[in-house]
């Protein structure tokens, strides 16, 4: 008797954390950006068939950090739907893989801001799927880039 195992739906997701230059000089230029302490927060980033999810929540539940993430992430939500990337652009550089595809798509993409315990998120969807495609791209990037600092979602 042979038994067959299937794994359907399983996922493996490795991403290779960019080198320690890299690591320190996306810290250095997001702390400019981005309101919050990066130290102490961790940006979470979950593939769905029809775009992602971009969680960043307070490692430590400190309501001022909290409230940081809250704003920022608010404000990211306006300023994507409007296609301006600048931020990530800034933080990540003019090549971040799948920025120029989401500035150029963006009207094919829904976001979708709320509060969560402890942060806020994020929800990106899309029927298009190169913009499906692009999301996955630019979530891989900021997964390399903010190396410890971020993680993809458990499954």
């Known amino acids: 008797m042979i038994t067959i195992v299937a794994l ?14 890299r690591l320190a000089e996306v810290a250095d230029r997001g ?3 981005m309101p919050f302490d990066l130290e102490r927060t961790t940006h979470i980033f979950e593939k769905t068939g029809s775009g992602g999810l971009q969680q960043v929540i307070s490692d430590d539940g400190d309501a001022a950090q909290i409230e940081l993430i809250r ?3 608010a404000e990211e939500v306006e300023r994507f739907s409007q296609g301006d990337f600048h931020d990530p652009q800034m933080i990540h550089g003019e090549n971040m893989a799948g920025l120029h595809q989401l500035m150029m798509g ?4 829904n ?3 709320s509060d ?9 969807t899309t029927d298009d799927a190169e ?3 692009a999301l996955h791209t630019w979530f891989d990037a900021q997964l390399s880039d903010h190396g410890p600092h971020a993680q993809p979602a458990t499954q």
């Open 8 to 21: 359907v739906g399983c996922q493996s997701h490795t991403v290779q954390h960019a080198a320690p230059e």
């Open 31 to 33: 702390a400019e950006v």
């Open 71 to 73: 704003s920022h992430l």
């Open 106 to 109: 963006y009207q094919n993409i």
């Open 111 to 113: 976001l979708e801001y």
């Open 116 to 124: 969560i315990e402890n942060g806020a998120q994020i929800l990106y």
């Open 131 to 133: 913009m499906v495609t």
